[in-house]
């Protein structure tokens, strides 16, 4: 067979130019910035926001009002929607917004600062979603993005799929559920809860007197540091998964780990069906 070498080179070449230019197109997506805006809330009123990719981040603040600032890309036009309803505020793209390529919903950035105690839902496909301030009062569900909840007092109910969740430096009440992402406490006090199918656990800290701390996964492992100055009630346990306690004062089998250490005034429970689950003293470092 005989190859026609000047239609090979004129085909190689128009192909490589169509690829610079869809790349030096996505390159050069203009990004236009939100201009600030302010909302009223009365009390009790709720802020749902719903973003299928981008990037959401919610600041609780001592403030009255809702205010909304960030950056779209200049092809969503006026696709960010806000409405003020009897039960607060909705946030989201319209729905031909939602149609625009996954490239440009990627770069939707929104800052929303809301009052202390305000209710704040967010439902999202992939977009990061972080959290930050007293007075928190968060539900987050979302199918692949990463969630971060820093420096936060308050309450938060987290339902995530395979993205990532960490919470850290933070009090209050936490509940996690995810399938298959990782999950990780550094440095939470109060009550934590957290199950999984897949992912792993992870918590690292000093509990606080009278903190509840209760972990489940089927298949994931859960990993725990504390310090030898510890008060905890444990119980942990695995049906098929190995469970190793570093503390001499615990009993410990290949399945399980009970006792107390120090006063006890923690309670923590650890059960898998066949994760490991490893209890550890140590720096509190990641």
């Known amino acids: 067979m005989k190859f026609n070498k000047g239609r090979i080179f004129w085909f190689c070449l128009l192909f490589f130019a ?3 230019l869809a790349a030096c197109t996505l390159a050069t997506t203009k990004l236009f ?5 302010n909302y009223g809330l009365e009390t009790r009123e709720q802020v749902i926001i719903d ?12 403030i009255n009002h809702v205010i909304l600032s960030g950056l779209l890309p200049e092809n969503l036009g006026d696709g960010l929607v806000v409405e003020e309803n009897d039960l607060g505020l909705s946030i989201h793209l319209s729905d031909q917004a ?11 950035s929104l800052k929303i600062t809301v009052p202390i105690q305000t209710h704040v839902e967010v439902s999202t496909f992939d977009a990061s979603v972080s959290a930050t301030g007293a007075g928190a009062d968060l539900s987050i569900t ?3 993005g990463a969630v971060s909840i820093h420096v936060v007092e308050g309450k938060a109910l987290v339902k995530a799929n395979r993205g990532a969740v960490t919470i850290s430096n933070s009090s209050g009440s936490f509940a996690v559920f995810g399938n298959y992402g990782a999950i990780t406490f550094s440095q939470v006090t109060g009550e934590i809860t957290s199950s999984t199918i897949m992912g792993q656990i992870s918590y690292l800290g000093e509990p606080a007197v009278g903190d509840r701390i209760h972990f489940e996964t089927d298949h994931g492992p859960v990993a725990l540091k504390v310090p030898l100055s510890a008060n905890l009630a444990v119980a942990m346990s695995s049906v098929s998964g190995e469970v190793t306690c570093i503390f001499p004062s615990l009993e410990n089998s290949s399945r399980s780990c009970q006792g107390v250490l120090g006063l006890g005034q923690v309670d923590l429970f650890v059960r898998t069906v066949s994760g490991k689950v490893t209890l550890q003293h140590g720096a509190l470092t990641q």
């Open 51 to 62: 973003l299928p990719s981008g990037s959401v981040e919610i600041i609780y603040s001592n």
């Open 142 to 144: 979302s199918v692949g």
């Open 33 to 37: 910035e939100i201009p600030e805006r």
């Open 98 to 108: 939602q149609q625009m390529k996954r490239s440009l919903l990627n770069q939707v």
């Open 18 to 20: 169509f690829f610079i």
